[in-house]
């Protein structure tokens, strides 16, 4: 097996060869390194923090506890990167900024990266991200922004907060991801750059010891190249152990499809790929309906004073700001403070509508099995632009962070599976559930994955 063909493998994949001997624990990791450590490569750009040498000790353990005939989980000896806010003993978790340089290191794993190395998982690093987690596009002014591997030359987003998450997975740097998305910041670079990212219910998986953005909102998941590597890393992540849900066939599935504002500012791409994805999902036998759902439309007037992100981010980041402010992204910085001005009035009142939206909505969706909607109304801008124009940046961020925060808002569920067909720009199907609908939107998303295999292939 070539190292170009590892780079590739899915989980399953890579178990199967690692159970026939045709790779060890310690190869797939080792290449891994190379491609992280090579110079012409994104991995200065994709990762904050590398340990070559933590990442081999664990590779050897795994493959001298798979030599004694024992396999921890489907994960033992596969190569993942966590993103730069879970803590690890012994680092200090720097979120993507430099704010955080004198901070103490942790004592102990969080509970995600414990579960990891338990399952026996490669940690290879911990990667870039939007500063702190608040923004959309992955654009970081500290440690580099790592690029889009489609158009390269271009030099495009790779979407955020999760972006050197999703470039590790494109780039061979890993073989999965572990994201955040408290906005879409799973589902958003998954979406731009061609890969699948599943958002959990956000209570399914323990939030201790992770830098947060905001404690109602934020959700840990994983960002992989299938609906089954996903299901695979929620299992562990979970804690569930479950095993990888069957398909749900698609035949009779009631899907919904909402037209209230997630429909709208699609360019050209994004608008021919959900229209043939639906054309797909119709054949083979799925009923597809248009539904409004004004509360939709409700959410900028709710979220209008920054809503509980703000408030959130500001709480945890006052004392920080006061002291190293000036060393934010002001970009960043600019949207924390926000919350400033936030009083606990306003926040008990946006927990209030927050529970009255969530209601309606899932009274609305309650007839079907999951809803359908772009994961991203655009195809991955060009970073130059942004970087240059506040106005430009912020747009952008807005637009693409819509129609994710929809469903983080609802308490929700949702994979992003790509749609696009080969040699398109990157483009996501979202399947969205409600809230501990998580197993079931990943048993639906594997038949949807099957059925747009004929245009994705």
């Known amino acids: 097996m070539t190292t170009s063909e590892t780079s590739r493998l899915t989980l399953a994949a890579a178990a199967e060869a690692l159970a026939k001997g045709t790779v060890t624990s310690t190869s797939l990791t080792d290449e891994a390194l190379a491609r992280i450590n090579d110079p012409a490569g994104e991995g200065a750009r994709a990762f904050v923090r590398r340990n070559d040498a933590r990442a081999r000790k664990l590779a050897e353990a795994s493959d001298a506890v798979r030599a004694a005939g024992h396999v921890r989980s489907p994960l033992e000896g596969l190569p993942i990167s966590v993103k730069d806010l879970f803590g690890i003993a012994g680092e200090v978790s720097l979120a993507g900024s430099i704010a955080l340089k004198d901070a103490e290191a942790e004592t102990a794993d969080c509970p995600v990266v414990a579960r990891l190395v338990a399952a026996g998982a490669v940690i290879t690093g911990t990667t870039n991200m939007s500063e702190f987690a608040f923004s959309g596009l992955g654009i970081n002014p500290h440690y580099g922004t790592p690029r889009n591997a489609y158009d390269r030359a271009a030099g495009r987003i790779p979407g955020g907060s999760s972006s050197g998450a999703a470039v590790s997975v494109t780039d061979g740097m890993a073989l999965a991801a572990i994201g955040t998305d408290t906005g879409g910041s799973i589902r958003i670079p998954a979406a731009l750059c061609g890969l699948t990212g599943f958002k959990p219910t956000a209570r399914?998986?323990?939030?201790?010891?992770?830098?947060?953005?905001?404690?109602?909102?934020?959700?840990?998941?994983?960002?992989?190249?299938?609906?089954?590597?996903?299901?695979?890393?929620?299992?562990?992540?979970?804690g569930s152990g479950e095993d990888v849900p069957a398909a749900l066939p698609l035949a009779g599935v009631r899907l919904a499809v909402p037209t209230t504002v997630v429909l709208s500012d699609m360019d050209e791409t994004v608008s021919a790929a959900f229209a043939r994805a639906r054309k797909v999902l119709e054949a083979a036998g799925a009923l597809i309906t248009e539904i409004e759902i004004p509360e939709f439309a409700q959410l900028a007037t709710i979220n209008a004073k920054g809503g509980l992100i703000a408030a959130e981010a500001w709480h945890w980041h006052r004392a920080l700001i006061e002291k190293a402010g000036d060393s934010y992204d002001q970009r960043v910085r600019q949207r924390i403070l926000r919350g400033r001005d936030i009083s606990s009035a306003d926040y008990l009142d946006t927990l209030a509508s927050r529970k009255a939206w969530q209601a309606a909505v899932e009274a609305r969706v309650a007839p079907f099995d999951a809803m359908i909607l772009p994961s991203v109304p655009v195809i991955a801008p060009e970073i130059a632009p942004l970087e240059a124009d506040d106005a430009a940046f912020f747009a952008a961020n807005g637009l693409i962070l819509r129609n994710p925060t929809m469903i983080n808002f609802l308490d929700g569920c949702a994979l992003s599976v790509p749609c696009h067909a080969a040699g398109e720009a990157p483009v996501g199907l979202m399947i969205a559930g409600t809230q501990m609908q998580d197993r079931k939107i990943l048993a639906l998303g594997l038949s949807i994955e099957a059925a747009l295999a004929a245009i994705t292939a």
């Open 204 to 238: 399914r998986v323990p939030a201790e010891g992770v830098v947060p953005l905001s404690t109602s909102l934020d959700s840990i998941g994983p960002i992989a190249r299938s609906v089954a590597c996903c299901a695979v890393i929620d299992a562990v992540l979970s």
